[in-house]
C-alpha cells in the first residue's frame, strides 16, 4: 500500500483501545522528498534531500509512472500529471537525479532506476514536476440563491466546492435525480446556476475530476432536494348569480387541485376594502347580508408555504354580482264613504258631494317608505308616508274632475339608494251626480208648486184689499156728487146749469171701475139695501149714480164673491158717513137725506 489508510482496519474512529496502546515505527531513513511552488503541498517541482541538501531532478525520461511514485511516497494520492521544463520554477544546484525511470509501483523514488546521484547534464531549466489528486475527497454541494423549494422560472444557483486546493483545474459536474445537466471546469469550486421548470424538481449533487495523463473522479457530493411548487389557476363559483338582492345571502366557493396541502384561500374583492382568508383546498366565503358596498367583482388565490417559503397561486378568474332591490307591484284599491265599494257599470263609482279614498299597499319588503298617487292625464301627483305597508288618500268631496284612471307606486330608500316599484294597475273612478241634488229639486218643486197657489191667494186678497179702499174712496166722491144733484134740485132756480156736470162726474167715477173683481155684485148688494132702507128720491138719485156704473161693466165674477157684499156695503156705508173731515159737513148728508125724500117719482126714474 502506497498509504497507510488503504491498509484494512476497523474503520474511522472504530477502535476498543486506549492511549496507552498508541503505535509508531522507526523508518529506514529513505531521502525525503517534496514538492515546490505548487498551490498545495501534492503538486510543484519535485525535490530530494540528499546528504542534507535539497537538489532537483531532470526531466530527462519523466513520465507519469514517476510522478505516481513521487505521490505515492508524498502521501498525495494518485498522479495527476508530470511536468517538465521547470513547469514549476527552476531549482538551486544540486540536481540529485537524471534519467529517472520508475515502473509506477515503487514506494520511493530513489528506489527506481536513474544514473546516480549527482550524475546529469541537466540544467534547472529541465527541473521537472508533478501534480498529485491529493486524497480525493467528497465536494460539497450548497444552495447559495434561495431556499430549496421554489417557483417555476426562479433562478437556482449549486456551488459546487474542493475542501483542499488544487493544482490543476478539475471538471465539476452536476447532477439531478443521478443525471448530469451541467458541467463546469475551476480549479477548487464551480457555481451551477438553473432557471427551474417543472422537470428540475428532484436531488442534486455534484463531483469532480481531473482531466491529465489519466482520468481521476471523485466521488459525489452531498445532495440537495428542489422543490418546484406549481399551484394551479383556482376556480371560482359564486351563488347566486350576477343579481343579489339587498339583504340576500351571497356564497362563494374557491377551490384548487395542489399537491401542496396545508394552505388557505383569500378572497378579493377587486375595487373594494373586501378581504377573507380561510383554510383549505376547497373553501366557500358567505356574505349573510350583502349591502351595496359589497357588489363588484371578486376573485381568489390560494397561498401555501414549502420549505419555509411562502407560495401563492396565480389569481382565479373574476366572479361579478350586482346588489338590486327588487320591489313587488303594489296594490290599489278604492274604498266610498262608509268603506264599502260600489260599482258602477264597469268600475268602481263615486258619488259627486261625497268623500271617498284610495288605497295603495304592498307587501312587506322594507321598513318605511311612500306611496305615490298619480292620475292619469293630469298633473295631480300626491305622497303620502307608508305606514304598515299601506297609505289612504283620501278625497273629502268628489266631483267630476276626480273622474279618470288612478295608479299608485311605492319608492323606498334603502341604504342611501332610492328604489321604485313598478307601477300598478290602472284603478278606474268615475263619479256620478249625487241623488239628494234630484231629491231636492224635487222637494224644491212640490215646495213651488204649494207655494205657488198661496203667493197667489194672498196676492189676490191684497188686490181685494186694494180695490175695496178704491171703492171706498169712490163712495166718497159719489156721496159729494149726490149731494151736489140734491143740492142743486132745492136750489133749482139758482144751479140749473150746473146739474148735467154733476151727473156726468158721478158716471165717470163710477164707470173707472171696471177692473174691479166684485163691482157688479157690490153694486147690486147696495141697490138692494138701499130699497130695504125706504130711502127717499134722495137714495134714489144715489141708485141711479149706481145704475148708470154697473151699466156700463161687464162683471165675470164668481158666486164666491157674495158673502163679501154686506161688508161692501157697510163699508159703502161707512165710508158716505165717516167723512168728517171732508168740505162736506154732517148737515149736508142730513140735507141730502131729507132733499132725497122730496125728490118726485119722476125724477127717481131719470
Known sequence: ESSITACRHNGWGKHNCNHNEDSGVVCSGPDEIRLVNGKSRCCGRVEIKHNSWWGTVCDDDWDINDAAVVCRQMGCGRAVSAHSSAHFGQGSE????????????????????????????????????????????????????????VSPGEAVQFKCALTNPTCISANFRLYSNGRAVKSQTSESSTTFVLTVDSSHQGQYSCDYSYQGSSSITSSRSNSIDITVVILQTPRISLHPTKEVAWGQKVDITC????????????????????????????????????????????YCQYQTRVSSRDFSSPQSSSVHFSVVVNLLQPNISFSGPDGRIYWGPQWPEATRGYSFSIICSTKPQYPGGSFHLEFSGSS????????????????????????????????????????????????????????????GFGVAAGLLLILVPVIIFFTRKCTKQKDQMAVKMDHRLCAENTYRITGGKNEMDHFDDDDSEDYENAETIFCQKEDSDDSSEDYVNIEDEM?????????AGVKTSWGITYTGNNFDDDDDDDDDDDDDYENVEVAVHQREDSDISDEDYVDIDMDTQKMSEDDYED
Open 531 to 539: 130699497e130695504n132702507i125706504g130711502l127717499g128720491n134722495g137714495y
Open 255 to 298: 377551490s384548487v387541485e395542489t399537491q401542496f396541502k396545508g394552505g388557505s384561500f383569500t378572497l378579493i374583492q377587486n375595487s373594494g376594502s373586501f378581504r377573507e382568508t380561510k383554510s383549505g383546498t376547497s373553501v366557500t366565503f358567505s356574505l349573510p347580508k350583502v349591502d351595496f358596498v359589497h357588489e363588484g367583482s371578486y
Open 94 to 149: 544540486p540536481t540529485w537525479l537524471d534519467n529517472v525511470g520508475c515502473r509506477g509501483t515503487e514506494n520511493y523514488l530513489t528506489q527506481c532506476s536513474h544514473r546516480g546521484f549527482g550524475k546529469e547534464d541537466c540544467g534547472h531549466q529541465e527541473d521537472a514536476g508533478v501534480v498529485c489528486s491529493n486524497v480525493l475527497q467528497s465536494p460539497s454541494l450548497t444552495l447559495t440563491s434561495s431556499p430549496s423549494a
Open 380 to 439: 295631480i301627483t300626491r305622497t303620502q308616508s307608508a305606514v304598515n305597508h299601506s297609505t289612504t288618500f283620501f278625497f273629502p268631496e268628489a266631483d267630476f274632475v276626480h273622474q279618470g284612471n288612478y295608479s299608485c307606486v311605492y319608492e323606498v330608500n334603502v341604504s342611501s339608494r332610492t328604489f321604485s316599484s313598478p307601477t300598478t294597475e290602472l284603478l278606474a273612478v268615475s263619479v256620478k251626480a249625487s241623488l239628494a241634488l234630484f231629491i
